[in-house]
């Protein structure tokens, strides 16, 4: 083995559907990084989104899965599935640093998602344990992410990298939202994902009561 540190990154989302958003966004770092691996870790509870729509773990798990198989760099991790309570970055980047401590761990986010993390659950240790790689998403300048960088200390400030990626307007809520008005979400998000939407009835008009709190299509109520 040569003295090269590996470096890994690791994509968190809720995935609610995975999209081709998140797809060259990871590609993207993956190139600029020279990462050997993106390992994708689809959410279970999610800690900000209780208000929308959230398909079940087990569904946003294959459709993640449906969408990296072809990619031989792209893989998949359980560990916010199988944990019990809610998704918290901090408890991944903790489990992943423990799994390799002399990795170096990238942690792939949205711009707009790194701008919140001040006020994530223990934001201290989601800085220890991972470099952070902020892709640039349609709506949120690298100006802010700037303004935001120059408020932390300099050891913060040098694990927090801007990325450029092509721009991709496509958001999960948008598509979501195509869905429940009956257009076409063709293109944005690989074939094999939006069979799988179909045929399993996901994200269908009456996937919300009128107070916004989720409520599963019929078909899911069975599982
Ligand atoms: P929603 O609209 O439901 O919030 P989303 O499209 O933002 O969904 P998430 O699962 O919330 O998808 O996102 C996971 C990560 O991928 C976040 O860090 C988010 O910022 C990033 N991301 C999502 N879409 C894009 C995109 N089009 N370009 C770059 N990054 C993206
Ligand atoms: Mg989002």
Do not use: C
Not at 101 to 129: K, N, Q, R, T
Not at 193 to 220: C, F, M, Q, W
């Amino acid at each position: 083995m040569s003295g090269k540190r590996r470096a890994i990154g690791l994509m968190g989302g809720t995935f609610n559907p995975i999209h081709y958003g998140h797809l060259v966004a990871a590609e993207a770092a993956r190139d600029a990084f020279g990462l050997e691996q993106v390992i994708f870790i689809p959410s279970g509870m999610p800690p900000h989104k209780s208000a929308a729509f959230v398909a079940p773990a087990e569904d946003r798990y294959l459709m993640t899965f449906l969408a990296i198989t072809p990619n031989p760099h792209f893989d998949l991790s359980r560990v916010e599935i199988d944990r019990a309570g809610p998704s918290y970055t901090s408890d991944t980047l903790a489990h992943f640093h423990r799994l390799g401590p002399d990795v170096d761990w990238y942690f792939i986010s949205g711009a707009d998602a790194i701008l919140e993390i001040a006020s994530w659950h223990a934001p201290e240790d989601i800085f220890e344990y991972a470099h952070l790689i902020a892709a640039s998403r349609p709506g949120y300048s690298l100006s802010r992410l700037k303004a935001m960088e120059s408020r932390l200390g300099p050891a913060h400030r040098a694990r927090i990298h801007p990325l450029e990626v092509p721009a991709l307007a496509i958001s999960s809520s948008q598509i979501r939202e195509r869905l429940r008005a009956g257009l076409s979400i063709r293109y944005l998000l690989p074939e094999a994902v939006e069979n799988y939407i179909y045929k399993n009835r996901l994200y269908a008009s009456d996937s919300h009561d009128g107070e916004g709190r989720a409520t599963p299509p019929p078909d899911l109520r069975r599982r």
